[in-house]
Each structure stands twice: as C-alpha cells, then as structure tokens.
C-alpha cells in the first residue's frame, strides 16, 4: 500500500472511538461540568457585561449573537485539544495505538476513529452551550438543534488539522504554537465576537481562508432560527478543508506509526 | 538506515522458534516488519503463506503479539483490558465474555480482574500482556522479549505457559536474549547480528557445530596460566579476570582443572550462551 493512498478506513475506527467514550464515561461528572461552567462563565461575564454597552448586533441581542459564535468556537477548541493533547498522550507515553496496531484495527481505522470521538466531543460541548442559552432565553424554537450534526460535523473538520500537529509532534510543548499561532487567531478574528463584515476588506479576505468563519456563518444563523445565506458555499469551504487535512493526517500518521 | 539486510528463515508450524542476537541485532526490527509494524524495502515476507502486504488482515486475525514494552491500556481495569483488546479484532463479545474468565486463570490473575493496570506488578502485567495476546485464540503467537525484567518466578510462570502454548498447537516465535530461556523453549533459533544470519539450527545443533562439547572458566589469577603450553586443539578465551577453556575432551580438562590452585574452577557442558558469544563476540554493545 502507498503511504499516499487515500484514508481506507474500516468499521474498527468504531472500536477506538468506542474506547475513548468508555474512558469518557469515567470522568464524565466532571468533563460535563466544565463543558457546562465554562461557557457560562464566558456567556455571564462577556455576554451580558459587555452586552450591556453593545446593545443589538446583526439584529439581535449581543449575549445572542454571542453565544451562537460560541458553540461553534467550542467545537473548534473542544475537537483540538482532544486531538492534540489526548490523541498524543494515547500515541507516545500510553503506546495505546502500538498496542492496537497488532490487531487487525489499522492506522487508518485509528485516524478515523479518533476524529469521529473529537467530533463527539464536540458534540457534547456544543449541545452544553446550546442548553445554557436555551436556559438564558436566547434560542428561540426547536429547529435549534439542527445545529448538532453541524457542531458535530465542524468537530471532525477541525480535528483533522489537530492530528496533523501531532503527528509531528515530540511534546506537549508543541501544541502551544498551534494554539498562539492558530487557534487564537480564529478565536478573535473569525466572527465569534463581531460580524465579520466590520472588518477592513483586505482583512475579510483572509478571514474568509479560515475555516472557523464558514462554521460561525453556518452556525449562528440556525441557532437564532435565521436563514443561513450561501450556505452550499460555506458548507463546501467547511467540508473540503476537513476533507484535504484528514487525508493528509492519515498520511502522516501512517508515517509516524509504522516505523 | 537498514536494520534488517540478509535474513532468511522459515518457521515450522507448531514449533518454538527463536530469533537470538544483541541489542541492536535487528530482533525487533525483523518481528515488526513481521507485523507491518516497520516498514521493508525489498525481499519477500510470508505469514501462514500469504504476503504480509496483502494478507495483512487474515494475518492479524491468527496472530497474537507480546511485545517488548508494555503497552496495555492504564484507562482501564485488567479484565477490560482483555475486552477491549477482543473488539479491536472485532470479536463477538459472547465469546469474549465466555474466554476472558479462561484467560485470567491461566494467567493467574483472576483475583486481580478488576484492578486498575497500574497497581499491577511487571510480572502481572507480562501476564496480562500475554493473556491478551490469546484473546483471538492465535495460531501464531509473537513474543519479544517476553521475560526481560522479569523474577525468576514470574520467568519460570512465563515459560511454563509457553510450554502449555506450545502444547496446544501454537507456533511460537520469541525473541531473547537470555540463552538459557532459548535452550529450553525453542526447536529451532537462528542467531542473527547487524540484521544478518550468523547461524541456524536446534540449540544442540548449533552447540555441536559452533563449540567444543566441555567448556572450563576459571576465575582468579588467569595470567599466571600460560596459554602457549596448552594443547593445540583447546580454544581460550579471557575475559577480564575469566579464562574459559573450550575442549571435547571433558577428562584432560577435569584433570586440568585439579592442577589449577588457588583458583575458582567451573568445569560445565558447553551451552547456547557459550556459541552466542562465540558468534557475537564479547565487545559490549550500545
């Protein structure tokens, strides 16, 4: 098999996705208060404190427009992490993949099995905001929740570029420059806090390179029950970045793995 | 960099084979390219008959693996361990349910079923590792190094349940580098140095064709013993305060021996060791 060929995963990426969640399950009181407290604390504090000078923004309440930019930052920042600092801490010091790898369970079916539990992560985070601004008043009827399969979808795509880090990764200290560099940048520029169209041209050119902006104008827009606008476009830039970092990741996993 | 260059060996079905030589040899190397685990350049590498590229699947299904590190899951309980290993190869958990008990009582580690991994010993945990790599009843079980590290009664457990592996039709194929562990449990070994073949055959065959039958260490002031006036078919050898005097005639080296005072004689049978060393050398290595 060439190292390039396109990711061949079998159903045993449901076997490793099956063994983070029953891990999950362990430490999952406090994994779901921290998904819960965590962008309570954020939505309170920032929603509300500075919600109160800004008033309305894109026809809504600043905590609403707010807290629907957030549920798609968490599935960018829950489905990092997870594919970072935990897939890493499966990869080097527990050698869980070297283990699995003896089994007919192959470095493709790894690959896809741990995007498919950032995805569920993200999930979980994403369902967490949901409920805390349904509970705060600010979604405003059942068609909400066809932001999960989104969140979930935005998971995968932005665990794939996750992987890749640490498939290069020789420690921890790695994910620091993807978090400054990367993520951080998403955070503030990609319209979780202001429209995007506030900023200057050249700027919302690149903005629209990132791939945190196209799951914010997904995102925001089903969560306030306002129709999405080029939704095939956002949709494809989305999935198609998903698409080439997960090929690429499963290369390069390959490449770490079998050695 | 090549690690494995000329190697060629076929393992008999049912047998115990062992692939012996230095750190750095090339062992592993030769059991993960094995596995798929390593990449390889060329050459020609056949499990139960298949190519390892495009049987890789149908391989993984009959084979079971104890590696060198251990690499069993710390998230979970040793019981869970075995169970979670089984869905790796997609197992019905039926099965699994009625094999894991089974598992653990051959490795004696029942009683610890639901213990977390790092409250295990490294004898447990070899045990558990072992287990695992009969959770898909294999046909070809791979151990590397499978009793590095180990007391000598969690050695002796491990060794008695490769016999019982080895009795129930398994073929085996260990890596080691304890000679003794070689001569007890293998039919056939090969010595392999800087990823070449140095030698095959049973260890009494390869003790015939690699060293004389008796070997006589001595220890103490060897310097004072003078070489030169020793027959010419006796073979020495000195290392630091050691001599070793290699000779097939067992009585003149007895009778040598006595000669000897003041100094601590050993007078034994020649053994795998003795031929490893003569092959590899006795230069330490990294």
Redesign the interface.
């Known amino acids: 098999m060439n190292i390039l060929t396109p990711p061949r995963p079998g159903l045993e990426c449901l076997a490793v996705w099956r063994r983070n969640a029953l891990v999950w399950r362990r430490v999952m009181t406090t994994s779901l208060l921290f998904h819960f407290a965590e962008p309570l604390l954020y939505l309170l504090g920032i929603g509300y404190g500075l919600g109160r000078f800004v008033g309305e923004l894109d026809g809504m309440p600043y905590f609403t427009f707010l807290a629907s930019g957030f549920i798609a930052w968490s599935a960018m920042n829950v489905a990092s992490m997870e594919s970072m600092w935990s897939v890493y801490t499966r990869m080097v010091p527990q050698q869980t993949y070297e283990g699995i790898l003896a089994t007919p369970t192959k470095v493709d079916d790894i690959v896809f099995g741990e995007l498919l539990w950032c995805g569920t992560k993200s999930l979980m985070s994403g369902t967490a905001i949901l409920a805390v601004a349904a509970l705060l008043g600010v979604v405003s009827n059942w068609d909400a929740l066809l932001v999960v399969p989104v969140v979930f979808l935005t998971g995968i795509c932005f665990a794939a570029p996750g992987l890749i880090v640490t498939a290069y990764a020789t420690s921890y200290d790695h994910f620091s420059f993807y978090l400054t560099l990367v993520m951080t940048p998403m955070f503030i520029l990609c319209g979780v806090f202001y429209p995007v169209a506030s900023l200057p041209d050249t700027a919302q050119f690149f903005v629209q390179l990132l791939p945190l902006t196209h799951a914010v104008e997904i995102i925001r827009p089903i969560v306030v029950g306002q129709p999405i606008t080029d939704l095939g476009f956002h949709l494809a830039a989305l999935v198609g970045f998903g698409l080439v970092t997960t090929w690429i990741a499963t290369v390069l996993f390959r490449r770490r793995l079998i050695n | 960099m090549v690690a494995v260059a000329d190697l060629s060996f076929d393992i008999q079905p049912q047998s115990c084979f062992g692939l012996l030589g230095p750190n750095g040899a090339g062992k592993t190397t030769t059991l993960r390219m094995l596995?798929?685990?390593?990449?390889r350049s060329g050459g020609v590498l056949e499990v139960f008959g298949q190519d390892i590229?495009h049987g890789?699947?149908a391989i993984?299904?009959r084979?079971g693996?104890v590696?060198q590190?251990?690499?069993?899951?710390?998230?979970?309980t040793v019981r869970?361990n075995l169970a979670?290993?089984g869905?790796?190869?997609?197992l019905d958990p039926k099965v699994m349910d009625e094999r894991i008990p089974t598992l653990l009582d051959m490795v004696e580690l029942a009683p610890r079923a639901n213990d977390r991994i790092s409250t295990l010993s490294g004898g447990m945990k070899r045990r558990l590792t072992l287990a695992?790599?009969l959770v898909?009843d294999p046909q070809l079980l791979v151990l590397d190094e499978p009793t590095t590290g180990l007391d000598p009664q969690a050695r002796h457990m491990i060794w008695s349940l490769i016999h019982q592996m080895k009795r129930s039709g398994k073929t085996i194929l260990l890596t080691t580098h304890y000679m003794e562990e070689a001569e007890r449990l293998c039919d056939d070994v090969i010595v392999i140095d800087e990823g070449s073949l140095l030698a095959k055959g049973s260890p009494s065959e390869l003790i015939e064709t690699f060293c004389e039958s008796t070997v006589l260490e001595i220890r103490g002031d060897v310097k004072e013993i003078r070489i030169q006036s020793l027959p010419a078919n006796w073979r020495t050898e000195e290392a630091g305060e050691s001599l070793y005097i290699y000779a097939d005639d067992s009585q003149a080296l007895e009778d040598f021996s006595k000669e000897l005072i003041g100094m601590l004689c050993l007078h034994r049978r020649a053994m795998l060791e003795d031929v490893f060393l003569r092959l590899t050398g006795r230069a330490l290595r990294g």
């Not at chain 2, 869905?87 to 997609?90: C, T």
């Open positions: 596995l798929g685990q390593s990449p590229n890789r699947r993984r299904q084979t693996v590696p590190a251990d690499n069993l899951d710390p998230d979970f869970e979670m290993y869905s790796y190869f997609r695992r790599a898909n």
